[in-house]
């Protein structure tokens, strides 16, 4: 006969629950709840209605640009000898870099796919065809070229050459072009393309040894293009030496550029003349703007040197070469920009924007007149540039008070300032602290700001004094930073830095951290450090919360994994200064636990642990760390460490286990420091029958002739008085200054005092003090006091008794 029985009857049984049906006759009638195998309890409603539809607040996703985490990893597979990605993920990894919207092109980018295309070219193709389809190659050439970083340069240089390379290898393979006779395809396509690259990342003098090798031979018969060609790959190799401030090879540039009969264009010597000018070498400025008026078109080539050479006229004292330059150009009718440069002269001689007001009315008038003359004649009037070039020369010494009235002059010309005049602008109302002026200027510039506009580095400053007054609304810093955001335009890592601290003081550690993984990881690691710092500072700050501070280390060490110990060291010793040792213990193992040598804890680490876990005597920290330790082979001791250990083990009361460790330096081959000999006292305070221990060491020191310092004496006389061998302590006291030259100060008889463990002791100590020293007893004061035991003990003033390893 089948069983009945089924697991829910067996689990009803165990649980010694009523096992009920629908129709029984002992069901209770109260009961409305219907029993499932059993009574169930009806728990209380924990969500309500709304929360129902309430999403939590996620963190965004750290933006890591396209690629980089492959092209990462293949370094990591190299540095560490294991399997790299297959080249076909690379070449996939590089494509994608290059094609996304915003490229970033800062040295460590740049050097991750370098060494991806080093490493395509290692494991080529087998077909022979390129991994870098040849339009992706130009591509990422021409970004090269086009968005240069602030700063750095040669990981361009190297990718600029593998490219070219490549390209190189591509282009024999095609047919030439027709319009070229003698140069060959990639001479005249491609290789002026790396010349101007190389040039525009400080490799000019390299750039230059190309040019010369391709082109140093003059042409039989050149083709129109060829002849341009030629001369803008020279301007590109005059105008990069003059950027790098290399004036012998900037003249040797010239020679070889007449020797290979390709004589200096006006281009180039109008760069000549800026650059000598620029640097107040008025002699050589004269003399190329000299041979460059001897030529048809030398005054098309020294439009924009005529501002630099009458300014260094004028600030170089040469007045009579700027007054007879400006004469000549003023005796037949100049065009628009020589009068800019008049104008320019004119305010760097003294006159002030009154006198160059009236000066514009001459410019019109004249040119009214030329108009009546010749009716194909322009009609010539000043306009922003004029006003930009005014501006820009009045921020050059620092004159903020004429710039503005440059400003206000165009108002009333009725010129209209553009994105430029508003940058200056900004630039300096922030020089003199005006912010709000530097903040009305912004508003007039916003909606021109683009992604590469010279306005984002203004903008950002601005931001940054934005957030450090304190006294400006946080709304308006945001629609700032949403403007940015919209236009793709680059926040620094100074304004990141600045914002996120913004937020962290607000109690916004979600925004904080948003806006660090948003930007971070498209900066280089030298700009990783300028925000990973700024976050550090946060937590260093004494007004910062603890909590916060905690919050703000746990984003930091997920946003900068590779922040190195030397930054960690002092963020845990924070904790320990806030008496948090067991946040400072997940620092320490957060070191202790890497696998990266710069991360991974070494003896300084240690010490700085066990240091701190004395301070707040942590007793169980102070085991894991020491554990931790006794099975670190990486660490060698030394007497430092055993210093920290001896130090930990005294303040958390195991005395005898610190004793040990002065046992162990007393013994070991580098022998004790005077800090060991003040920590061993220090243990010999709370030892039974300490006071024995510190004798004997005393009378070692004796016998060996140490130079006892005060901080010795102190730390044996404080030996003696947790011992309560007051008479003696005191007996040390009065004989400190005939005997060891010490006068008692605060430190001596605060010491003193601190380790005079009873309440009688303590009245004839401070009865002493008063009598003998009463200013030092006014200081002791002034720190305040507390009493042991909960308030029924002997008291401690606030005083200050740590020691270093």
């Known amino acids: 006969m089948p069983s009945h029985l089924t697991r829910v009857v ?20 109260r009961l409305r709840t219907a029993f499932h195998h059993g009574p169930r309890t009806i728990a209380p409603q924990r969500r309500t209605f709304f929360g129902m539809f309430k999403t939590q607040r996620k ?59 080093e490493y395509l070219l290692e494991h080529p193709k087998e077909d022979g065809q390129p991994w870098i389809p040849y339009a992706n190659m130009k591509r990422a050439l021409t970004i090269l070229k086009r968005h240069p970083p602030e700063s750095g340069g040669k990981p361009h240089v190297f990718m600029a050459k593998l490219l070219d390379a490549e390209i190189k290898r591509v282009i024999d393979q095609e047919e030439e072009p027709k319009d070229l006779k003698s140069l060959s395809l990639y001479d005249g396509v491609q290789l002026p393309k790396l010349i101007q690259i190389l ?63 390709a004589l200096p264009t006006s281009e180039v010597r109008g760069i000549l003349v800026k650059y000598f000018a620029e640097r107040n070498d008025l002699e050589q400025a004269k003399y190329w703007y000299t041979q460059s008026t001897q030529e048809k078109d030398g005054a098309k080539g020294l439009v924009g040197a005529l501002a630099p050479l009458l300014k260094a006229c004028a600030l170089g004292g040469d007045i009579a070469f700027g007054q007879k330059l400006v004469v000549s150009l003023l005796q037949e009718m100049p065009d628009k920009e020589t009068w800019d440069a008049v104008f320019l002269y004119s305010a760097a001689i003294g006159k002030g924007p009154d006198e160059i007001d009236r000066m514009m009315n001459v410019m019109v008038r004249r040119s009214q007149e030329e108009q009546q003359k010749k009716r194909d004649a322009l009609l010539l009037q000043p306009d922003i540039d004029t006003i930009n070039v005014l501006v820009e020369f009045a921020m050059s010494k620092q004159d903020s008070y004429s710039a503005e009235r440059y400003v206000v002059l165009a108002e009333k010309r009725g010129i209209f300032p553009n994105e430029k005049t508003y940058t200056m602008q900004i630039k300096y109302r922030l020089s003199i602290k005006d ?12 909606g021109q700001i683009t992604e590469d506009s010279e306005s984002v580095d203004a903008v950002n400053k601005l931001i940054q004094a934005l957030c450090q007054s304190q006294q400006h609304h946080f709304d308006d810093i945001m629609a700032m930073v949403d403007d940015m955001h919209e236009q793709n ?85 924070e904790f320990f200064a806030r008496k ?217 003033f606030k005083f200050n008794r740590d020691i270093d390893p």
């Open 59 to 117: 963190i965004k996703p750290a933006e890591v640009p396209a690629g980089l985490e492959v092209l990462g990893g293949l370094i990591k597979a190299q540095r560490k000898g294991e399997r790299p990605p297959a080249p076909k993920a690379v070449s996939e990894a590089i494509n994608a870099f290059f094609l996304q919207r915003k490229v970033d092109l800062e040295d460590f980018h740049v050097g991750n796919v370098a060494n991806g295309m």
């Open 10 to 29: 067996f689990r009803s049984i165990i649980a010694d629950t009523p096992l009920l049906c629908r129709g029984c006759v002992q069901r209770s009638p």
């Open 435 to 446: 912010l709000d002026g530097a903040r009305a200027a912004y508003y007039e510039l916003q």
């Open 580 to 796: 948090r040792s067991d946040m400072a213990c997940h620092v320490f193992f957060h070191m202790r636990n890497s696998v990266l040598e710069e991360i991974a804890a070494d003896r300084a680490v240690y010490i700085a642990a066990f240091t701190g876990f004395a301070r707040n005597a942590d007793a169980e920290s102070l085991e894991l760390a020491h554990n931790q330790l006794k099975i670190d082979l990486n660490v060698e001791w030394d007497t430092k460490l055993r210093n920290a250990l001896m130090l930990a083990y005294a303040s958390t009361g195991n005395h005898k286990r610190a004793m040990q460790f002065w046992a162990e330096i007393g013994s070991s081959k580098e022998g004790p420091t005077y800090n060991s000999i003040v920590i061993a006292f220090r243990a010999c305070e709370g030892t039974h029958y300490g006071e024995r221990h510190a004798k004997s060491i005393w009378q070692r020191l004796k016998e060996m002739d140490v130079d006892i310092d005060k901080q010795i004496f102190t730390a044996y006389m404080c030996a003696i008085a947790r011992n309560h061998r007051h008479d003696e302590a005191l007996a040390l006291i009065e004989s400190a200054k005939s005997e060891y030259g010490f006068e008692p100060d605060l430190y001596i008889l605060g010491n003193w005092f601190q380790c005079t463990a009873s309440i009688d002791r303590q009245e004839k100590v401070e009865e002493w003090i008063k009598k003998h020293y009463p200013a030092v007893w006014t200081q002791l004061e002034a720190m305040g006091q507390y009493r042991t035991m909960e308030g029924f003990g002997y008291r401690q």
């Open 199 to 261: 040039c525009i990342y400080g490799a000019s003098l390299e750039a230059r040894d190309l040019a010369f090798a391709s082109y140093g031979t003059p042409l039989a018969e050149p083709t129109e293009r060829e002849t341009n060609t030629i001369r803008e790959v020279w301007s590109a190799i005059v105008r990069g030496i003059a950027k790098e401030g290399h004036t012998s090879e900037l003249i040797k540039t010239i020679e070889m550029m007449q020797g290979a009969s």
């Open 489 to 573: 335009a680059k926040l620094t890592p100074e304004t990141v830095a600045t914002l996120s601290v913004l937020h962290l003081r607000r109690g916004e550690l979600h925004d904080a951290a948003d806006i660090v993984n948003v930007h971070a990881h498209h900066m280089s690691p030298e700009q990783r450090t300028v925000i990973r710092r700024g976050l550090a500072s946060f937590i260093m700050d004494k007004e910062t919360n603890t909590t916060d501070a905690w919050d703000t280390y746990k984003m930091l060490r997920l946003a900068f994994p590779e922040t190195p110990r030397e930054d960690r060291i002092p963020l845990m010793n």
